[in-house]
Nanobody, 130 residues
Framework: EVQLQASGGGLVQAGGSLRLSCVASGLPSTGDPYDMGWFRQAPGKEREGLGSISSKDGTTVYADSVKGRFTISSGNTKNTVYLQMNSLKPDDTAVYYC?????????????????????WGKGTQVTVSS
C-alpha cells in the first residue's frame, strides 16, 4: 500500500518560516521513478501546485506564486522530500499535500493538470496569522 505522510504544519506568524516533511512508502520500484511535489488547498479554492523535485536528478520546478520563497529538497532517506517555506503570508494559509507522480515535473512545465495524479498524501494544515 502506498502512503505519503506529510507533517510539520502548524500556526506561524506572518513573515515566519516553516518546514514541511513528506515520507512516501510503498511506491512501486519497477518502471520510471516517481517525482514528488507539494500542493496546497485553501478553503473555497482549487488545489494549487507549488512545485516538484525530480527523483532522477533533483531538478526542481516551482509555481510562480511561491518562487523565491519556497524551496523543495530531498532528504537523505529515499522518497523523503521537504518544503521549506519562508516569508510566510496569511494567504499561504491552506492544507498542504505532498504527492508522487511519474510525470510531475511535466505537469508543472506544460500545465497538464492534477486530476489523474498517481498518489496523494493526506494534508497538513498551515495557518499563517497576521
Amino acid at each position: 500500500e502506498v502512503q505519503l505522510q506529510a507533517s510539520g504544519g502548524g500556526l506561524v506568524q506572518a513573515g515566519g518560516s516553516l518546514r514541511l516533511s513528506c515520507v512516501a512508502s510503498g511506491l512501486p520500484s519497477t518502471g520510471d521513478p516517481y517525482d514528488m511535489g507539494w500542493f496546497r488547498q485553501a478553503p473555497g479554492k482549487e488545489r494549487e501546485g507549488l512545485g516538484s523535485i525530480s527523483s532522477k536528478d533533483g531538478t526542481t520546478v516551482y509555481a510562480d506564486s511561491v518562487k523565491g520563497r519556497f524551496t523543495i529538497s530531498s532528504g537523505n532517506t529515499k522518497n523523503t522530500v521537504y518544503l521549506q517555506m519562508n516569508s510566510l503570508k496569511p494567504d499561504d494559509t491552506a492544507v498542504y499535500y505532498c504527492a508522487a507522480d511519474r510525470v510531475l515535473a511535466a505537469r508543472f512545465l506544460y500545465n497538464l493538470g492534477w486530476h489523474d495524479m498517481d498518489y496523494w498524501g493526506k494534508g497538513t494544515q498551515v495557518t499563517v496569522s497576521s
